[in-house]
């Protein structure tokens, strides 16, 4: 057994089935590829790499072969592997990362003086989808015909990946972003076209300026909802609160502290849909102290009530989802519960948690519409997808 099929499926099956061809050009960035090779096969992908000579001054094909379990292609012989891997379509997505401006170029005006820019030439004529991540200097970046060469291949229905400019760099994307296209290309994409904004984290209410009114919401269900809609091809948003977890970034984030914050982004919403599982404070301090109050001394906090943000979002869309969080009801209770708010606040559903059952990757909840209840059970990434099934059937 190769060593790389230790791994296959260790994450999740989202890629089983697919084959992807990698692309290597000569960037110093090659040096990731070996890190977004091993994800991709975690999640179930059979990762063929094919590599310029430039690339192989950067990173071996012993290390690739490690990686992936197949010998790199590093130049074309009588098999003619441009052809049999691209134009017979037995590779699903040509994903060329790291792309420098000479390899962008030379495939935008047909040049195949490498082995990856002919895996190119004949991916784009063949029909087989074809993702790039630029990685150069951002004077290269901004060079006009560089520039002209990427909007010609985004028109042949080229997509680009990143860059992320820093420092006077076009670095190449995160291995996170670039293995979350993947998934996107490579999906049924049932969300394509709706743009849905996830509203998550925890409110935090000042005290002084060092104490806050909060709770122990991490903001994991609303990463793990934003990012399985970016896979299935929704153009997302996220709003975000206090939270201790990674955000993903390639997707657009704002951020907010107080319920009174997210009050003032509320009119910016012109989403198709919206699911909401912030946790927000019901009240805040009435006077919020200027500096530290003293810690040897006592002090009263009178606390005032905050508006209810999902009634104002409601206004501004047709489809939101609210959740519900409780503790120590029964079953029925916490439907009981869930469809008072549904009613209330007359919104699409209620995801309804037993705070005591929630754990850091993992939860139970109830799906609570109009005239259903569904329970849902799993990993926050299935939980994830049972709520988006149901927006997408009400988009």
């Known amino acids: 057994m190769h060593p790389s099929e230790e791994i296959y499926c260790e994450k999740s099956t989202k890629l089983r089935g697919k084959t992807v061809v990698l692309g290597i050009t000569g960037s110093i ?24 000579k430039e690339a192989e001054k950067l ?9 992936c379990g197949h010998r790199p292609v590093t130049d074309l012989t009588g098999m003619t592997e441009h052809i049999t891997m691209m134009a017979a379509r037995s590779a699903d997505l040509l994903l060329i990362y790291p792309a420098t401006a000479n390899t962008v170029s030379k495939i935008a005006n047909g040049i195949d003086d490498t082995p990856v820019t002919s895996f190119a030439t004949v991916a784009i004529g063949s029909g087989i989808p074809v993702a790039i991540a630029p990685a150069m200097h951002d004077a290269m970046f901004r060079n006009p015909a560089v520039k002209e060469n990427l909007a010609r291949l985004s028109s ?51 005290i002084d300026s060092m104490r806050i009114i909060t709770n122990r919401s991490s903001g994991t ?22 939270s201790s977890v990674m955000l993903p970034d390639y997707i657009p984030t704002r951020r907010f502290a ?19 599982p912030a946790a927000l404070a019901d009240f805040s301090p009435r006077d919020a102290a200027e ?15 905050v508006p209810k943000v999902l009634p104002l979002i409601r206004r501004k869309c047709d489809v ?14 916490l439907v009981d519960r869930a469809r008072s708010r549904l009613e209330k606040y007359d919104l699409a559903a209620v995801v309804a948690n037993d705070i005591d059952v929630v754990g850091k990757t993992t939860s139970a909840s109830i799906l609570v ?20 099934d149901f927006c997408m059937k009400k988009l």
């Open 29 to 52: 960035a090659a040096v990731e590829c070996f890190g977004t090779i091993r994800e991709l096969v975690r999640h179930g992908a059979d990762v063929q790499v094919v590599m310029s």
């Open 59 to 67: 990173v071996t094909p012993d290390s690739l072969e490690f990686a």
């Open 156 to 206: 042949w229905g080229v997509m680009f990946i990143g860059p992320r400019i820093e420092n006077e760099r076009a670095k190449v994307a995160s291995r996170e972003e670039v293995v979350a296209w993947v998934f996107k290309m490579l999906s049924r994409n049932y969300l394509q076209g709706k743009r849905l904004l996830v509203i998550g984290g925890r409110s935090e209410e000042p």
């Open 221 to 242: 269900m609303a990463v793990e909802l934003a990012k399985r809609a970016f896979e299935r091809g929704a153009d997302v948003e996220l709003w975000m609160g206090g």
């Open 258 to 276: 107080k319920v009174s914050d997210l009050v003032d982004m509320v009119d910016s919403i012109d989403h198709d849909a919206v699911i909401v």
């Open 291 to 305: 500096g530290k109050i003293p810690s040897d001394s006592g002090f009263e906090l009178e606390l005032d009530p």
């Open 320 to 333: 939101v989802v609210g959740f519900k969080a409780e503790s120590g009801l029964s079953r029925q209770e």
């Open 369 to 388: 519409s109009e005239d259903d209840e569904r329970a849902m059970s799993g990993t926050k990434a299935e939980i994830s997808d049972a709520i988006l």
